[in-house]
């Protein structure tokens, strides 16, 4: 399936929409979908396309934690997602690129599903600056409005948890709603990079001795972090050996940093500031417990990621939470400051079997939100939102045409099409008249005949002679229109039934060169040509012993030294050296190679050979020159550059004098 992922904010920022969205990316390419991102950059005037991420213009809002604002209007833009020819447009945006996306869909007839990430309701601070019941009544009413507008050509939308769903609900939203989680990818956050530990705790001077908390998100009032700071000043009073870290920025950093000095409290808290996506997990790793205060999480990510890790969870009862931080099992629910504070105090003592206990069932629930899953899930709800939009396809005729294929005639509600399939995809799918198909499994179909008609053309240049899987990879990519997950499955088709077989093919070539007297840099040149790694050609051509090497060398120079008839000796022994160069040998070895030669030109030899090049080059000079001395001196000198010896030079020059 070929999938856009629209969303305003991707790497590098580091949110929970990034974090779902680079999830689900890495997911669904893994499962051999193709998946292109469509976002923005703070840029107004460049568009970028490179690796599948087209980045729109954009304006940077620094006042709204530099969340960059795009037109909805990319005509441009539009040509290259035509081009993409997307099966589903899946929009992570309500605004901005999110317009984009919905316009697109629309222009371009593209199913559209829709992920509800934020709770915009809980934001509307940012707009009441007075804080007025009546402004903030209002703005929650022009947000249900506002997102049953957003959602209202959506076939479906995604809930990342029921407590959004059930707020989708109350906003009268019609549309079918699936709850899916985010899922993580788990074998991120369960590495352990010790180096980058050591490094943290050098520096924010964590010890053995200290029980470290963390906070990982954006520093704003919605996530209420000031509860967690007056949490945390509270538990100092009774364990004073506590240390908090803040990780992440936002508007509120200020604000916070002002609050932990008035409580006396600035040697406990360190405000990290904003990291890298891939130095967050270290900061789970070295703290003992991860806690939160917010109550405006349509998931929780940050709660998982901190499971995945392995430790304790802080957080306050909320109903995304609910299954998943588990009082006492997968970390401690609080209410109250004081609430904490006893839990807390507790988990500090709790013995090593305890901490393990906890530590397992933290791990064990995170495992339940791989990515994989997510995935799987997601791709569900693609295919429902795909035949919500086309409708169902009937089998309304099958024709057997004369050159083995068959015509396939479907029916939906709103078209007719017709689709040429061979033999093979006929029986693999056992297709019968009357038969309902979804888009999705005409497209499969269509995929399939693809890839069969690849697989019978690569067979035939097979015929011809071998390919390497990177050969036959790079022939099928300028043959057909296939994805790289196609062309996979063909190769895969290939090797399985023995018409490829790179560890022979690479055996066959290097004995094949070694028979023709190469040397090793040709070999290494042609094999990686052919996709074959270079270390392990040198790796694989090191095993032949030196004495081996050394004697194919000889025999090529040898060889190509006998078929020389002229020139002096040290021009025969040049154009050997450069021979053995253009055949791959390498320097340092030709030395040694030119040192086996069997010489058997002998000074008469090259004294003939001498009388014959002085003889052409006084004739060529003597049209161009009146002196006699002027062509005695050029002929000399080109004799001397042609490497023969000064003496022997000097002699036959008098002869040839002399006789003339």
């Known amino acids: 399936m070929r999938i856009g992922l629209f969303t305003d904010t991707y790497t590098p920022d580091i949110n929970g929409v990034v974090t779902s969205v680079v999830t689900l990316q890495n997911a669904l390419e893994a499962l051999g979908h193709e998946v292109y991102i469509v976002t923005n950059q703070p840029s107004l005037l460049n568009t970028s396309y490179e690796n599948n991420v087209l980045r729109l213009p954009g304006v940077e809002l620094k006042f709204l934690y530099g969340y960059i604002m795009s037109s909805p209007i990319h005509i441009q833009a539009l040509r290259v997602i035509k081009e993409m020819e997307l099966d589903v447009i899946h929009v992570h945006s309500e605004f901005g690129i999110g317009m984009f996306a919905r316009s697109a869909a629309k222009q371009l007839h593209i199913p559209l599903v829709s992920t509800y990430h934020t709770t915009y309701e809980d934001y509307t601070h940012y707009v009441n600056l007075l804080g007025l019941k009546s402004v903030d009544s209002l703005s929650k009413i022009a947000v249900a409005k506002i997102s049953r507008v957003f959602t209202k050509q959506s076939q479906i939308v995604i809930a990342p948890s029921e407590k959004t769903k059930k707020m989708l609900l109350g906003y009268e939203i019609k549309k079918e709603i699936s709850v899916i989680p985010t899922g993580l990818d788990l074998q991120r956050f369960q590495k352990r990079d010790g180096e980058a530990l050591d490094r943290i705790r050098n520096k924010h001077n964590i010890i053995d001795s200290v029980t470290t908390f963390v906070y990982i998100g954006r520093l704003a009032k919605e996530k209420s972090i000031d509860v967690v700071i007056n949490s945390i000043a509270s538990l100092i009073k009774q364990e004073p050996n506590v240390k908090l870290l803040i990780v992440g920025g936002g508007p509120s950093d200020d604000e916070l940093k002002a609050q932990a000095k008035r409580l006396g409290i600035e040697e406990n808290v360190d405000f990290v500031g904003p990291v890298a996506s891939d130095e967050v997990v270290n900061y789970y790793h070295v703290s003992d417990a991860f806690i939160s205060a917010s109550l405006t999480e349509t998931q929780g990510l940050t709660y998982i990621e901190a499971l995945a890790c392995g430790i304790c969870v802080f957080a306050r009862p909320d109903r995304p939470l609910d299954g998943i931080i588990v009082d006492q099992e997968t970390g401690y629910l609080f209410e109250s400051e004081e609430e904490f504070t006893t839990k807390a105090v507790k988990f500090i003592r709790e013995s090593n079997e305890e901490r393990q206990l906890m530590h397992s069932n933290a791990l064990a629930k995170a495992s339940t939100f791989g990515s994989e899953k997510f995935a799987l899930d997601v791709l569900e709800v693609y295919t429902k939102a795909i035949d919500i939009y086309f409708g169902r396809y009937s089998v309304v005729a099958i024709d057997e045409l004369e050159n083995g294929q068959w015509k396939l005639v479907v029916n939906s509600k709103e078209s007719q099409e017709t689709f040429m399939l061979d033999d093979f995809i006929m029986e693999r799918r056992e297709i019968k008249v009357g038969d309902e198909m979804s888009r999705v499994e005409l497209s499969e179909m269509e995929d399939d005949q693809q890839v069969y008609e690849a697989y019978q053309l690569a067979l035939k240049r097979i015929g011809l002679r071998d390919y390497t899987s990177f050969e036959m990879s790079d022939y099928?990519?300028?043959?057909?229109?296939?994805?790289?997950?196609?062309?996979?499955?063909?190769?895969?088709?290939?090797?399985?039934?023995?018409?490829?077989?790179?560890?022979?093919?690479?055996?066959?070539?290097?004995?094949?060169?070694?028979?023709?007297?190469?040397?090793?840099?040709?070999?290494?040149?042609?094999?990686?040509?052919?996709?074959?790694?270079?270390?392990?050609?040198?790796?694989?051509?090191?095993?032949?012993?030196?004495?081996d090497y050394l004697e194919r060398g000889s025999l090529r120079a040898q060889n190509y030294y006998n078929t020389i008839r002229d020139g002096s000796r040290q021009q025969r022994y040049d154009r050997v050296s450069q021979h053995l160069i253009r055949q791959g040998y390498e320097y340092s070895i030709v030395r040694e190679i030119l040192d086996t030669i069997k010489d058997d030109y002998d000074l008469e030899s090259e004294k003939s050979s001498l009388e014959e090049v002085i003889r052409k080059a006084w004739m060529r000079y003597s049209r161009r020159s009146e002196s006699k001395r002027e062509v005695k001196n050029k002929v000399v000198r080109y004799v001397l550059g042609k490497g023969y010896d000064y003496d022997l030079v000097k002699e036959v020059i008098e002869e040839y004098e002399h006789e003339d």
Do not use: C, M, W
Not at 482 to 494: A, F, G, H, K
Not at 510 to 521: A, C, F, P, S, W
């Open 476 to 547: 099928l990519r300028a043959k057909f229109d296939l994805s790289e997950n196609q062309i996979n499955v063909v190769i895969d088709l290939l090797k399985k039934r023995r018409f490829i077989n790179d560890e022979r093919y690479f055996r066959d070539k290097v004995d094949y060169h070694r028979e023709q007297l190469r040397g090793n840099q040709r070999i290494i040149d042609d094999l990686t040509k052919r996709g074959f790694d270079r270390i392990e050609i040198e790796e694989a051509l090191s095993k032949e012993p030196y004495e």
